[in-house]
């Protein structure tokens, strides 16, 4: 069975301090990795994509791979309360995402 | 944009209706997929399908069925609803070659009573 595990939460960060959410996966042979960001009561909404070692970044956010310990990571800078949601990381594996289960993120003003 | 849109936001039916739940995206992707949405249970893959008229279980098919009669439309069924059907359900959809990400409609939030 291929994983994505993530830390639930919640995870308390003051605003304007890096947030740091993290993510394994079990599969080695994956590619592909994708942060999403999920509101209450919304649908998952694209934020990073990531597909080689190192890191990625996008305004605020950076997105960290590391395929030989099969972590991906998403580094949000200043953080601001709108970035208090849901952050799920998601797998390429034989053509479908495999998904954690998300990590709840709080920023307290 | 891509867009993909589910019929409707919000659904409540009575236990042992047969429930339609609607999905059409205007990008052409070949895949399309419906998963539920539990607190702490994360996304669950219900059924996917990678062609007109293909479907394919996924984690938890039972008491489900699809259909895909045109690309652009994904239907999931529910055929005699029961309580423990009361979810959030997401559709998506995404291009067929490797490593391109999904995108999900608005969510349809059905309750079963």
């Known amino acids: 069975q291929k994983e994505v595990e993530q830390n639930s939460g919640p995870l308390s960060v003051p605003e304007g301090a890096i947030a740091s959410l993290n993510c394994t996966y079990s599969?080695?042979?994956?590619?592909?990795f994708f942060w999403y960001r999920q509101y209450s009561g919304k649908s998952p909404e694209l934020i990073m994509s990531?597909?080689s070692n190192g890191d990625k970044e996008d305004g605020r956010f950076t997105a960290q791979l590391n395929k030989a310990s099969q972590y991906v990571s998403l580094l949000i800078r200043d953080s601001q309360p709108s970035d208090s949601a849901t952050y799920l990381c998601?797998?390429?594996?034989?053509?479908?995402?495999?998904w954690g289960a998300g990590t709840k993120l709080i920023i307290k003003p | 944009d891509v867009k993909v849109t589910q019929s409707s936001r919000y659904l409540v039916k009575r236990t042992g209706e047969k429930v339609f739940l609607e999905c059409v995206q205007d990008?052409?992707?070949?895949?399309m997929f419906w998963y539920r949405q539990d607190p702490g249970l994360g996304l669950r893959l219900i059924y996917f399908?990678?062609?007109?008229?293909?479907?394919e279980k996924g984690d938890i098919p039972e008491g489900y069925s699809v259909s895909r009669e045109k690309k652009e439309r994904f239907s999931l069924i529910l055929e005699s609803a029961s309580t423990n059907q009361t979810s959030m359900y997401l559709c998506?959809?995404?291009?067929?070659?490797?490593?391109?990400?999904?995108?999900f409609g608005q969510g349809t939030r059905l309750t079963v009573v």
């Open positions: 990008m052409d992707h070949e895949n």
């Open positions: 998506a959809s995404s291009l067929q070659r490797a490593g391109t990400e999904a995108f």
């Open positions: 399908s990678y062609d007109v008229k293909m479907k």
């Open positions: 990531i597909y």
């Open positions: 998601a797998v390429n594996s034989n053509y479908q995402l495999i």
């Open positions: 599969d080695r042979g994956s590619q592909s």
